[in-house]
């Protein structure tokens, strides 16, 4: 197998993917997307960014037959930020975004990404990267600020380490490229696994 592709628009991943030196494809479909990203009742944020990470991968699968394309493996992730039990999505509009930020300022919270490599229709690889970040106190003034920046609007938990709001994060345990939405070490794993070698 020569190349992958990326079941995935975010712009993060493909730069990751990229700087580690892959071949790879995205996968753009002209259909929407099938899976459905809402939070199930009950649902544990592991199960929930794990599902999804897995579903986008096999969807991503079943499309390559669909468009008529050469079948490879299909890599695929996602991202969720989680603190005291509450999910952290994207935010839907400034208040929410306004609303996480403030709910951060000044506490730790997670990072989870997962990470799902569909390799046939029933065979798939997957992992999971758990991260911790901590926020130094925010003033309202620096929030409505960023916000202006219209950075945080399609991103999880309102925010891109990688951006302007690194300058809010005071301390973070576990993986930076995690936290971008890719984790370097579980993907190479995966990859080499599927076998893509890493060097």
């Given amino acids: 197998m020569t190349y992958f592709y990326l079941a995935s628009k975010s712009p993060r991943r493909k730069e990751l993917l ?43 699968f079943k499309e390559l037959s669909r468009l008529g394309l050469p079948v490879h493996p299909v890599l695929a992730a996602d991202t969720t930020v989680v603190m005291d039990g509450i999910i952290y999505g994207k935010p839907e509009n400034t208040q929410q975004a306004y609303d996480f930020l403030s709910a951060f300022s000044g506490k730790t919270h997670e990072v989870l990404t997962a990470v799902a490599i569909a390799i046939s229709h029933d065979m798939k690889l997957e992992a999971l990267s758990r991260s911790y970040v901590t926020f130094r106190p925010l003033t309202k003034a620096e929030i409505l600020a960023y916000i202006a920046t219209g950075e945080p609007m399609d991103k999880a938990g309102a925010y891109g380490i990688q951006g302007k709001a690194g300058a809010f994060v005071e301390k973070i345990c576990g993986s930076y490229s995690g936290i ?12 080499q696994a599927a076998g893509f070698p890493y060097f």
């Fill in 180 to 191: 971008m939405g890719l984790p370097q070490m579980e993907t190479v794993q995966l990859l």
């Fill in 18 to 60: 990229t700087r580690w030196g892959y071949r790879f494809e995205t996968l753009l479909s002209d259909q929407p997307d099938s899976v459905d990203e809402n939070v199930l009742e009950h649902e544990s944020a592991d199960h929930y960014v794990q599902r999804i990470a897995s579903e986008k991968s096999v969807w991503g």
